[in-house]
């Protein structure tokens, strides 16, 4: 292989493959998980700021104090040797991603589903969604577990790999940080509407085009005509920008329908309907894995074919 080439697939495609690799052989780490850390520094940082008021620039000061201190630091790690900064490319893609995580835990809803164990099904889900799971039926529980592994197929992989082909370790570091202030402070309550809106926010940002490349995946595996209809005429219904046309596409493309009421914090919600057919059942978990499993691999080529055509 000629010299270009090769370097361009040491510098994205290759360290992206072994980051799957560690993912797929490793998953998360059982104790002391990176992001337990991170998440005590950020509420460290969140009280420190908010004794100057909660407002959204304070926010914002709050948003990079949390995050582009380790962005940086990484960045410089990397500069001036390849080794190390493929091994930290490799090390920070392992570390942003969690693609056998989201499969072990959508199997742990699916097996007792399947067995007939609605209760045990319940209390599973309840380990990965914020909804209350409580009074789900069969049906509402597969629809639930599904719905959370198409959209953590963007939030929990497809992002970060987006970031990492850009960036390299220290944008999948990036997104994976500014995910979990997501999670921590983007949420529309008294507590956090101002405070946490540029959390939330850039993270709408950093997903736009990912989303959309996820929700592209998925209908280029499934039910094409289905997913690509799903995703222009439905994804505008949902409230979130991002996870709508991930989720839309991705019930399109299994051809199972998806959202409906459900009860987030006691409060009920009605969600408009997605996808297309029945309601997801049981047998719909796996299926909804293999497809973010799938489109794993289409990345992976993807970023392949384009690094080497880049450099020809």
């Known amino acids: 292989m000629p010299a270009p080439h090769l370097a361009a697939l040491l510098s994205v495609a290759i360290p992206m493959g072994l980051g ?41 000061l709050a948003w990079s104090a949390a995050i582009l201190p380790w962005v940086a630091l990484a960045g410089s790690l990397r500069e001036g040797n390849i080794w190390l900064g493929l091994l930290l490319d490799v090390g920070l893609l392992y570390f942003a991603i969690g693609s056998r995580s989201l499969a072990e835990h959508a199997r742990a809803v699916a097996t007792p589903l399947i067995a007939g164990d609605l209760p045990g099904a319940r209390q599973r889900l309840s380990w990965i969604v914020s909804r209350d799971t409580s009074q789900l039926d069969e049906s509402g529980v ?66 736009y085009i990912p989303a959309r490349l996820t929700a592209l995946s998925y209908a280029l595996l499934g039910n094409t005509a289905d997913a690509l209809r799903c995703w222009r005429t439905q994804a505008p219904t949902w409230d979130s920008p991002n996870a709508g046309p991930v989720m ?65």
């Open 20 to 60: 799957l690799l560690l993912d797929r052989l490793l998953g998360e780490p059982p104790h002391h998980h990176p992001l337990v850390g991170f998440g005590r520094y950020a509420s460290a940082i969140e009280r420190l700021f908010r004794r100057l008021g909660a407002n959204r620039g304070i926010g914002l």
């Open 142 to 207: 597969a629809k639930a577990t599904v719905e959370s592994v198409l959209e953590n197929g963007n939030d929990a992989i497809f992002g970060a790999l987006f970031w990492f082909a850009l960036l390299g370790g220290p944008g999948a570091l990036m997104f994976r940080l500014a995910n979990t202030l997501d999670a921590m402070w983007g949420y529309r309550n008294e507590r956090y509407l101002r405070f946490g809106w540029a959390a939330a926010r850039i993270d709408d940002v950093l997903n």
């Open 248 to 312: 839309a596409a991705g019930a399109g493309a299994l051809g199972v329908s998806l959202g409906g009421p459900a009860i987030y914090h006691g409060q009920l919600e009605d969600r408009p309907r997605l996808g297309t057919g029945e309601a997801a059942r049981a047998t719909d978990i796996d299926k909804a894995v293999a497809l973010v499993h799938n489109s794993i691999w289409l990345w992976l080529l993807a970023v392949a074919g384009v690094s080497v055509f880049a450099h020809a």
